[in-house]
């Protein structure tokens, strides 16, 4: 596959689009929905599939069957599912983490350490310890197999984790949604920033397979990008032929080839042999949430469809499973401060308090939600099918007066109620449905029927302005009634178009969702301004959703074409329409997302599941505690405290030494409501502050808080530590401290400062003369500073001596060994001494012995003084021109072994083999050696560092044309030598490393784009390819190629090729590479038409499918088996690739092929294809014409069609599904009953391609319609 790694980023068919944020929406714990989330496959090919809030499923068939596996599980909702190399099972649910050893029968909770609390994700690392990722509380780990767990967050500031990997190493890489990529070298103790080259900061998985290094990551917003060295930096993935960067599941073949699931579009497939680039299979899911791959190779996918899907192919071609959920969707509505009712039928209604946290069920049950909406006096109204209820506390509900019949929508504004319903009454067949209108002036206590417009079909949507006009979506339209449903009028005839939504601003401007886009009025309807929602390159996107919040920002669902389907998209704008921002990378495609807004401006949305968007504005800033404002002289590890806030999940914690925060001290983000800052500096001014944080949405920031640390210990100058013969009065000095006001000096007899000499305090001064000390006696003394607000540490604790002693020796220490023979002897300064005498001798008692004679130094240059490799003895003393001290007590230390002499290879030589052999003298009495490499003279970058018993060293595989330098010394276990000089030379050129075609690869093209990798120092490639592995038959051969690819064209198919290449430069050729071999294929045709499984097809036909390169010729089978062997079609001398076959017969089986020849060479079959034809023959596919039209389309709930046949015959109506089948029946019976307009319900079909087809006794029509709901 072609990278982009560590390259200029490439902007091709994907861009990222303006958006708030790429984490807008969070998702809400509603029990109900069925959203399969997340899934996983044990060793033994047994699927897991968790449905949010739910249950667990498990399939012991491939997703044919499933049944319940939640056996002690206590929270559904599961945020992950891990399966262990040991086919151990884990559960990351947001109420901890649950263990099934036995496939899912039973699971066991882990959560000792670690709480019920949001697990996002488990891992475990090669040395077996187990890695939890949190939202909030970051990493945990367990090295007990989870028996018990302990955080370890060390350098991790975002601790919001959403996924985990191990690279071949074991280090640990982590993600995070929101701060990008993090990694720990040492199994989780301590974390590092590590997002080098990625682009977006929201990580949603990654992947990896176990016998390669590159690791692979999926992000939201920013694609797919892989790390070659441990994760230490990513390069972007190609991007060709993606359509969605907004990755929700990634998983590898064995070849590496990627699979990915997007919010909207679909799966993808990374095609890096054929196409080069990203490829869409065919398959009905649009939004993904989980893909997972068996060790069968089975790969299985989950959405927001309700049908799961599977491919066998890696991914080429997918097919349905059992269904895990109805197409049901949720309705609900939100208001007041946080209030949901909310119901996935035909669970029961719930309702929820706290901005959708927790959930209660109501008493309606047995009730079909359809619409709500809320009263300025607390009161709740509630359509189901079975009438309008009200409620005062979303729990317990009442019926009003409409009862009996189906209320279809309610809406509520200055005081009026309106109310539409639809009442179906039985028979057979069932009359149609009579729908009404009804208003109330005194909040539902009384309603009265009003007018309801003439054949105008059941009321969707309705608003009612400040005005007390009513807006409804009736059928494709939207209407309008001044006087309270007395009336109404019909504002959007003239437009053309469907409405599928209304919403009003605050100013009553009118907003309508249309299949054509967004259109405002002004003036009540009467005419309407168009709004341009675009996406892309794409203009005037559809609208099928409208929301406009108490703030006046207006949320629109825009619908993206996607080939046969449409994918959705969220946009808002907060001037009116007039311009829009997209929030296209928070949004998964469903089959039916509706919007909702509460009285504080939060967003709410319903697909498979419920999400929110918390308005910042309403979002209260959290209050800062501890330490407390103004605080003074704190310790230097501080516990930071702040109060909780109702709405934040996370909350974002800063500090500075700056007020605005421009450079920051520490920073965490983190769900607790404490962090320990134990890295504090002594005597400065500190400021922070918290913030509370849901997802994207911020509240304020806190009151800034303010402290300073406290003062830092004296830094003491005179006498210096371990002094001697100071005299009897000596003067103390140290440094002075910033903000000190005054210093204390304590002086004792012992380093207790049991025994007080001195205990002087309220010294302004950083001098002090002593009293009198007694002679040749040892002291002890040490500083602290005040001021107001505390005081400091005291200092270090110094010593001295009065008059004098014996010199203290400091260094070599005694028994030192490998003393450089250039090095000094070090001792304590003696005060009052003028010189001093050193004795050095290579015996114990001093025998042979020199005296040298130091002044004005307390250290002594051992050059030409000592040799290698032996042992020394010395000591001091003291003197001036009155007295001498005692000589010290003697130290004994061992000088350094000698240097080696370097042999081979000779210094500064060149074209020296990858592996070279170093040589050097051997030294006999050690025998043991250290050798350092490196690229650089300085070796602060050491390549091999290796210690060996012979005198030579053969390092392996280092870098071609490189320069390298090297050093050897004597080391032991005890023992180490001084280094010898360092010598260089510069290796030849590397050996080639061929990369594509691979080795013993099929199947080529005949044109291919050779590619090896590069070598350094190389300035021409050299490639040569034969038939034959000695190379003797050359079909090509190239030098002085100076990148490192080239493009050879015309190969033969079905042939074998050996191919090798080497380099060149100034200074000589490198070997040759290892020689590959490849064969090429024969390419085979693509069949276009008629299309697989087709049905209905006409008996004279011409059959297509794609050109191939060098194609000389097409041989066309056509047969009634699928052997071939009843041949009814055979011509293998096409010269196009198209062919008439006229003649076939009336509703018969087919099955065809096609392959194609080079010359003289046949290539290999295509696929096999079937087809029917025709029941009768005559089969006519048309658009819109006089004979039959269909409207509108794409249809919403209801089809209208415009029949126009004169001929008496009967005649059938049907609908047909995209694979042709049959799925409803709409009409039996004579023409002539059924010419003109007809409306035809189809509220029961989910969104989708179908056909309608229209069957006589000598043609069949068939029209193309898309449903969107």
Request: glycine residues 6%; aromatic residues 14%.
């Amino acid at each position: 596959m072609a990278k982009k790694l560590f390259a200029v980023l490439l902007f091709l068919s994907i861009a990222i689009l303006p958006s708030f944020s790429q984490d807008y929406f969070g998702q809400l714990s509603f029990p109900d929905g069925l959203n399969p989330q997340v899934s996983g496959v044990d060793s033994t090919d047994i699927l897991y599939v968790g449905l949010w809030g739910n249950s667990l499923k498990k399939s012991l068939d491939g997703g044919k069957s499933w049944s319940n596996a939640m056996t002690g599980v206590t929270n559904l909702f599961i945020n992950d599912i891990y399966v262990s190399p040991q086919n151990k099972i884990y559960l990351s649910t947001q109420g901890g983490i649950f263990l099934s050893t036995n496939q899912g029968a039973t699971w066991t909770a882990l959560n000792n350490g670690i709480g019920a609390q949001n697990v996002t994700c488990v891992r475990q690392h090669k040395s077996g310890m187990l890695i939890a990722g949190t939202y909030g509380k970051g990493v945990y780990i367990s090295t007990n197999g989870g028996t018990s767990w302990a955080q370890s967050n060390t350098g991790l500031p975002y601790r919001a984790i959403s996924s985990i990997e191990m690279s071949g190493y074991g280090y640990i890489i982590l993600g995070t949604y929101g701060s990008g990529v993090y990694q720990s070298r040492d199994t989780a103790k301590t974390w590092s920033r590590s997002n080098s080259g990625i682009l977006s900061k929201y990580i949603k998985s990654f992947a990896k397979l176990a016998i390669y290094p590159d690791i692979y990551v999926a992000t939201n917003g920013a694609g797919v990008y892989v790390s070659p060295n441990e994760g230490v930096s990513w390069g972007e993935e190609d991007t060709t032929g993606l359509l969605d960067n907004n990755i929700t599941a990634l998983i590898l073949d064995d070849d590496r080839e990627e699979i990915i699931g997007t919010r909207n579009a679909g799966i993808q497939y990374f095609d890096k042999y054929l196409w080069n680039q990203w490829r869409t299979p065919f398959q009905s899911n649009v939004g993904i949430t989980s893909i997972t791959r068996s060790k069968s190779g089975v790969i299985y996918s989950f959405g927001t469809e309700s049908n799961p899907m599977l491919s066998t192919n890696n991914g080429r071609n997918w097919t349905q499973m059992q269904t895990l959920r109805n197409q049901t969707p949720i309705k609900f509505l939100s208001w007041g401060n946080g209030n949901i009712l909310a119901q996935y039928s035909p669970e029961v209604i719930k309702y929820s308090n706290d901005y959708g946290r927790t959930w209660q069920n109501t008493d309606l049950t047995n009730n079909t939600l359809a619409t709500v909406c809320a009263v300025e006096n607390n009161l709740i109204f509630a359509g189901t099918d079975k009438g309008l209820y009200v409620s005062s506390d979303g729990i317990n509900w009442a019926s009003t007066s409409i009862t009996g019949t189906g209320v279809t929508g309610v809406a509520y504004k200055s005081g009026l109620v309106a109310v539409g319903t639809m009442k179906v009454s039985p028979g057979t067949p069932p009359p149609p449905p009579v729908c009404s209108f009804y208003t109330s002036n005194d909040y539902g206590a009384t309603f009265t029927q009003k007018n309801y417009p003439i054949d105008s079909t059941p009321i969707v949507r309705m608003k009612v302005s400040s005005g007390n006009d009513i807006y409804t979506t009736m059928g494709n339209d939207l209407w309008r009634s001044i006087n309270q449903g007395t009336s109404w009028e019909n504002m959007t005839a003239s437009l053309g178009f469907s409405v599928t939504d209304v919403s009003l601003n605050s100013s009553d401007n009118v907003f309508i969702a249309t299949y054509n886009g967004m259109y405002r009025s002004q003036n009540r309807g009467q005419s309407w301004i168009y709004t341009n929602i675009h996406f892309l390159d794409t203009d005037s996107l559809g609208v099928s959703k409208i929301n406009i919040n108490n703030d006046n920002v207006i949320y629109a669902v825009g619908l993206i074409p996607r080939s046969s389907t449409m994918a959705s998209g969220l946009w808002s704008s907060t001037d009116n329409g007039n311009t829009w921002d997209s929030l296209y990378t928070n949004l998964t495609t469903a089959n039916h997302i509706d919007l909702s807004s509460d009285g504080e401006s939060n967003l709410y949305i319903a697909s498979t599941s419920l999400f929110k968007h918390l308005n910042p504005q309403q979002m209260a800033a959290p209050a800062a505690i501890l330490p407390q404002n103004n605080t003074k002289s704190a310790d230097l590890s501080q516990t930071f405290k702040w109060s909780t806030t109702t709405k934040a999940d996370l909350y974002e914690w800063q500090l500075s030494e700056y007020t605005d925060f421009g450079l920051l001290k520490s920073w965490v983000v983190q769900s607790d409501t404490s962090y320990l800052e134990s890295n504090l500096d002594f005597n400065k001014t500190y400021y922070w502050h918290v913030r509370a944080k849901y997802h994207d949405s911020y509240s304020n920031w806190s009151d800034v808080f303010t402290f300073s640390t406290m003062l830092n210990a004296p830094i003491l100058i005179n006498p210096p530590n371990n002094s001697l013969g100071l005299p009897i009065v000596p003067t103390f000095d140290w440094y002075k401290v910033a903000h000190a006001d005054y210093y204390h000096l304590q002086l004792a007899t012992d380093n207790k400062f049991a025994d007080l000499i001195m205990d002087s305090d309220s010294l302004a001064d950083t001098t002090l003369v002593s009293d009198p000390l007694q002679i040749n006696k040892s002291y002890f003394w040490r500083v602290k500073a005040y001021n107001e607000d505390g005081e400091s540490p005291w200092s270090e604790i110094w010593n001295f001596q009065t008059t004098f002693g014996a010199p203290i020796l400091i260094s070599p220490r005694n028994d030192s060994v490998d003393v450089t023979i250039n090095g000094k002897l070090l001792w304590g300064n003696v005060q009052s001494a003028t010189y001093y005498n050193v004795m050095l001798s290579d015996s114990a008692n001093f025998n042979n012995s020199q005296t040298f004679k130091v002044t004005s130094a307390t250290n002594f240059d051992l050059n030409s003084h000592i040799n290698y490799d032996k042992d020394y003895y010395w000591k001091v003393q003291a003197g001036n021109t009155q007295q001498l001290s005692n000589y010290s007590e003697p130290w004994h230390f061992t000088s350094i072994i000698a240097p080696l002499d370097l042999l081979l290879p000779a210094n500064n030589t060149k074209n020296q083999s990858i592996s070279p052999t170093l040589t050097w003298t051997e030294n006999a009495k050690y025998g043991s050696y250290e050798i350092l490499i490196s690229e650089l003279s300085t070796f602060q970058n050491v390549l091999i560092d290796t210690i060996i018993t012979s005198p030579s060293y053969t390092p392996k595989n280092l870098k071609g044309y490189t320069k390298y330098f090297w050093k050897g010394r004597v080391k032991t276990e005890n023992r180490q030598g001084e280094f010898s000089q360092t010598w260089n030379f510069q290796t030849e050129l590397a050996q080639i490393g061929l990369r594509f075609p691979t080795n013993n690869s099929k199947g080529q093209k005949t044109t291919i784009p050779f590619l090896w990798f590069s070598t350094n120092g190389a300035k021409y490639y050299f490639l040569q390819i034969a038939r034959d592995v000695n190379f003797n038959d050359l079909i090509f051969s190239m030098d002085s190629i100076q990148a490192f690819t080239y493009e050879v064209k015309n190969l033969l198919p079905k042939s074998t090729y050996f191919w090798r290449v080497r380099a060149s430069n100034d200074d000589g050729v490198s070997a040759w590479s290892e020689v590959w071999i490849f064969e090429t294929g024969s390419p085979v045709p693509i069949l276009r038409y008629p299309e697989n499984e087709a049905q209905q097809v006409p008996i004279n036909l011409t059959f297509t499918w794609d050109t191939l390169e060098n194609a000389t010729s097409y041989f066309l089978q056509v047969s009634t088996d699928n052997t071939f062997n009843q041949l009814i079609y055979s011509n293998e001398n096409i010269l196009t690739n198209s062919q008439e076959v006229p003649g076939l017969g009336i509703n018969t089986t087919y099955y065809w092929r096609v392959r194609a020849k080079f010359g003289d060479i046949d290539g290999d079959w295509s696929d096999i294809w079937t087809f029917r034809t025709t029941t009768n023959g005559i089969f006519e596919y048309t658009d819109n014409n006089e004979i039959l039209s269909i409207y509108p389309n794409p249809v919403l709930s209801e089809l209208h069609l415009n029949i126009n046949i004169i001929n008496a015959e009967n005649c059938e109506i049907n609908i047909l599904d995209a694979y042709s089948r049959r799925i409803k029946t709409l009409y039996n019976g004579l023409v002539e009953n059924i010419n003109g307009v007809h409306s035809f319900a189809i509220n029961n079909l989910p969104s989708g391609l179908y056909f309608l087809e229209f069957k006589t006794s000598s043609k069949i029509y068939v029209r193309k319609f898309i449903i969107i709901k």
